[in-house]
């Protein structure tokens, strides 16, 4: 598995984050979608990461700075084919290393609730996320859960 910053104009990548944005939609009550778009994950404010296997997309993911000592988790996304090889475990772990490198000791995500999403919150379990409410701009909702950890 090798991680690669960037990669938001290879078509690969484009069409794992379409798969992404529309199970988020179809899994998630109108209003309680947080995704960024292309062009959000293209913020300055933003780094996105892509895991491969070769030529092969394995995954996608990325750390919004929110401060300078706070980062959020978007837009994390294995490839069906890849699911349970571990590639949800590498990246975070270099979204977590890459933080503490640039200053960042909180990191924070915002997912949704419900079976589609289980998976998502045991990985951020396992890897010491605890439940917090919203932060930044988020509110309250029924669906959506919010973690946080110090790193």
């Given amino acids: ?20 944005f529309e199970a988020m939609l179809a899994n998630s009550p109108p209003g309680t979608c947080h995704f960024l778009d292309l062009s959000g994950l293209a913020g300055r404010d933003v780094r996105f990461w892509t895991v491969w296997d070769g030529e ?4 996608c993911g990325a750390m919004k700075q929110l401060a300078p000592d706070h980062g959020e988790i978007k837009s994390m996304r294995t490839t069906p084919a890849a699911l349970r090889r571990g590639v949800a475990t590498a990246l975070l772990v270099h979204i977590m290393t890459d933080a503490r490198q640039r ?10 609730t419900g079976p589609e999403f ?14 917090c409410g919203p932060f ?3 509110q309250a909702t029924d669906f959506n859960t919010y973690m946080t950890r110090s790193i």
């Fill in 103 to 112: 200053g960042i000791c909180r990191l924070s995500l915002e997912t949704g």
């Fill in 118 to 131: 289980e998976a998502a919150h045991a990985l951020y379990r396992r890897h010491g996320f605890e439940a």
């Fill in 56 to 59: 092969t997309l394995l995954g």
């Fill in 136 to 138: 930044g701009a988020y």
């Fill in 1 to 20: 598995m090798e991680i690669r910053q960037g990669g938001l104009d290879h078509p690969d990548v484009v069409a794992l984050l379409q798969l992404h």
